[in-house]
């Protein structure tokens, strides 16, 4: 039991980011925007979140500085999925080469400033945003012990999220916009819908939750950035494949990925070590399950049907 409660423990700092940003992926591509460049939008967001927790953690502290860090990222965020939506979008760009582009752009960029500023790739920052036990709900058999002790706000962030993001894409005027832009422009289009401001919409909350997602997986796992995610963006869009761009089998797909990859950073588990199986074939799990399920998966998909086709008013 003890070692099934520290999978499940440690399953949450791999699955709520991995959920967030695959989430973010699903706005873009609903509206039928691939977004690539999710990886790149995870580093550049992290980076200035983390500057901004590495110059400010001595005069703000706690929560408000994580807060505001978080809000900081997702800022940025918003601003660097611009650069992809005007390219996709007003150029009619190939999105594959845009996303990549950005995602080359992030990791050189951090690289650049931080050692202009440090003279090392690593931004060092001190973890203060743990809470130990949230009183009461930390009281409550196994599940408090799983989600209520040694946890951060982040968690609860992305469970609102997820939350929030079935409601909009389901039960909204905006999600069924969103949705219709993405499987047939054209027709909507011909009912008064402007594609174009909702493909934005749809690139810029992919920014904002891909911005979001990097600082939350940083966080609770590391005390320095090097402006590197460990391929993350990448993992997310499977998952969000896996997941057939609905909210739920995301969060269903975020786990199976969160379990793999805690696996893989828990071989010396007793449960795990008995096997005595060689801890590579670990460390390399959670992409070969990647390999697999995406082979299983890709006859099945229900991607957006204009996902990926720059919008054509002329096309019908």
Same mark, same amino acid.
């Given at each position: 039991?003890?070692?099934?409660?520290?999978? +499940?423990?440690?399953?949450?700092?791999?699955?709520?980011? +991995? /959920?967030? @940003? *695959?989430?973010? %992926?699903?706005?873009?591509?609903?509206?039928?925007?691939?977004?690539?460049?999710?990886?790149?939008? &995870?580093?550049?967001?992290?980076?200035?979140?983390?500057?901004?927790?590495?110059?400010?953690?001595?005069?703000?502290?706690?929560?408000?500085?994580?807060?505001?860090?978080?809000?900081?990222? &997702?800022?940025?965020?918003?601003?660097?999925?611009?650069?992809?939506?005007? *390219?996709?979008?007003?150029?009619?760009?190939?999105?594959?080469?845009?996303?990549?582009?950005?995602?080359?752009?992030?990791?050189?960029?951090?690289?650049?400033?931080?050692? &202009?500023?440090?003279?090392?790739?690593?931004?060092?920052?001190?973890?203060?945003?743990?809470?130990?036990?949230?009183? @009461?709900?930390?009281?409550?058999?196994?599940?408090?012990?799983?989600?209520?002790?040694?946890?951060?706000? /982040?968690?609860?962030?992305?469970?609102?999220?997820? @939350?929030?993001?079935?409601?909009?894409?389901?039960? /909204?005027?905006?999600?069924?916009?969103?949705?219709?832009? %993405?499987?047939?422009?054209?027709?909507?289009?011909?009912?008064?819908?402007?594609?174009?401001?909702?493909?934005?919409?749809?690139?810029?909350?992919?920014?904002?939750?891909?911005?979001?997602?990097?600082?939350?997986?940083?966080?609770?796992?590391?005390?320095?950035? /090097? %402006?590197?995610?460990?391929?993350?963006?990448?993992?997310?869009?499977?998952?969000?494949?896996?997941?057939?761009?609905?909210?739920?089998?995301?969060?269903?797909?975020?786990?199976?990925?969160?379990?793999?990859?805690?696996?893989?950073?828990?071989?010396?588990?007793?449960?795990?070590?008995?096997?005595?199986?060689?801890?590579?074939?670990?460390?390399?799990?959670?992409?070969?399950?990647?390999?697999? @399920? +995406?082979?299983?998966?890709?006859?099945?998909?229900?991607?957006?049907?204009?996902?990926?086709?720059?919008?054509?008013?002329?096309?019908?």
């Amino acid at each position: 039991m003890d070692s099934i409660i520290f999978l +499940l423990q440690n399953m949450i700092p791999f699955t709520i980011p +991995l /959920t967030v @940003v *695959a989430l973010g %992926g699903m706005f873009s591509e609903r509206s039928g925007v691939v977004n690539i460049a999710l990886e790149g939008i &995870m580093i550049f967001s992290a980076s200035a979140g983390i500057f901004f927790i590495h110059f400010f953690e001595n005069s703000i502290h706690g929560q408000t500085l994580l807060f505001i860090a978080l809000f900081i990222s &997702m800022i940025t965020g918003i601003l660097f999925s611009l650069l992809h939506a005007y *390219a996709s979008i007003n150029l009619k760009a190939n999105q594959v080469i845009s996303g990549t582009a950005l995602n080359l752009f992030a990791v050189s960029f951090h690289v650049f400033i931080a050692r &202009m500023i440090f003279s090392v790739e690593g931004v060092q920052f001190e973890n203060q945003f743990r809470i130990a036990s949230i009183p @009461v709900l930390s009281e409550i058999p196994f599940i408090g012990t799983i989600l209520f002790k040694n946890v951060y706000l /982040t968690t609860v962030l992305g469970l609102i999220i997820l @939350v929030v993001s079935s409601v909009v894409l389901f039960k /909204t005027r905006f999600g069924l916009r969103l949705r219709a832009c %993405g499987e047939h422009p054209q027709a909507a289009d011909s009912v008064g819908i402007n594609v174009y401001k909702m493909r934005y919409a749809g690139v810029m909350i992919s920014g904002a939750l891909a911005g979001l997602g990097g600082l939350i997986l940083i966080l609770p796992s590391f005390t320095e950035f /090097t %402006g590197d995610v460990a391929g993350y963006g990448f993992l997310a869009l499977a998952v969000l494949i896996f997941g057939q761009w609905n909210p739920k089998k995301i969060f269903l797909a975020a786990m199976f990925f969160g379990l793999m990859k805690t696996i893989s950073n828990s071989s010396g588990l007793s449960l795990l070590s008995a096997l005595h199986i060689n801890t590579y074939f670990y460390q390399i799990l959670p992409y070969v399950a990647t390999l697999v @399920v +995406l082979t299983l998966t890709s006859k099945k998909s229900a991607s957006p049907k204009a996902a990926g086709e720059p919008y054509d008013q002329g096309k019908r």
